[in-house]
Nanobody, 119 residues
Framework: QVQLVESGGGLVQAGGSLRLSCAAS????????MGWYRQAPGKQRELVTS???????NYADSVKGRFTISRDNAKNTVYLQMNSLEPEDTAVYYC?????????????WGQGTQVTVSS
């Protein structure tokens, strides 16, 4: 009944920018932490950044100063602004949200969106 739909991925040259969006919909009572993960070929999924319901953020060292996470609570949407992209950022990006619904609490995942950065 809850789904997260991602958009904004694509192909960009090194040094360019992309903005990812992830909107949650369905039977939602509240959303706690939202975040972005990524998984590159041959690597395990890693946490890129997260943001609490109060707006506190955390970033992986590899993206600090380049990526910015934000959220619009009224729209149940989380964003990832990615600047100064590097080929090492190439991965499938997944959004995650910890959501309370009428039937309990669990984490939900977006479908993933491909980000490819060419050198």
């Amino acid at each position: 009944q809850v789904q997260l739909v991602e958009s904004g991925g694509g192909l960009v040259q090194a040094g360019g920018s992309l903005r990812l969006s992830c909107a949650a919909s369905g039977s939602i009572l509240s959303i706690n932490t939202m975040g972005w993960y990524r998984q590159a070929p041959g690597k395990q999924r890693e946490l890129v950044t997260s943001i609490t319901s109060g707006g506190n953020t955390n970033y992986a060292d590899s993206v600090k100063g380049r990526f910015t996470i934000s959220r619009d609570n009224a729209k149940n949407t989380v964003y990832l602004q990615m600047n100064s992209l590097e080929p090492e950022d190439t991965a499938v990006y997944y959004c995650n949200a910890r959501i309370w619904g009428w039937n309990g609490f669990r984490d939900y995942w977006g479908q993933g969106t491909q980000v490819t950065v060419s050198s």
